[in-house]
């Protein structure tokens, strides 16, 4: 099943599937790692819960939710 990224609970992993963010963002998410079939895991959130911190091969990248509700996975 397909989800958004900032629905992924602290401590779970997923794999991105697409990313329907628009450009330039989209070139950068895909320049930092975001391609699909990338593994991703949350790692924390910030006290109001946005941002969120995400691990994405051997990197830490923190997103705000609007950024990672552009982005679909499959857990």
């Given amino acids: 099943m397909k989800h958004d990224l900032s629905s ?3 401590g779970k ?10 450009e330039p963002l989209r070139r950068r998410l895909f320049d930092l790692g975001f391609t699909p079939g990338a ?4 790692l924390f959130a910030a ?5 969120r911190a995400y ?3 051997d990197t830490v990248i923190a997103l705000r939710n609007v ?9």
């Fill in 39 to 42: 593994g991703i895991r949350c």
């Fill in 13 to 22: 992993g997923a794999r991105i599937d697409t990313l329907i963010t628009k």
């Fill in 55 to 57: 691990l994405i091969r």
């Fill in 8 to 10: 992924l609970q602290r």
């Fill in 47 to 51: 006290p109001g819960g946005d941002p």
């Fill in 67 to 75: 950024d990672a509700k552009t982005i679909l996975m499959e857990e």
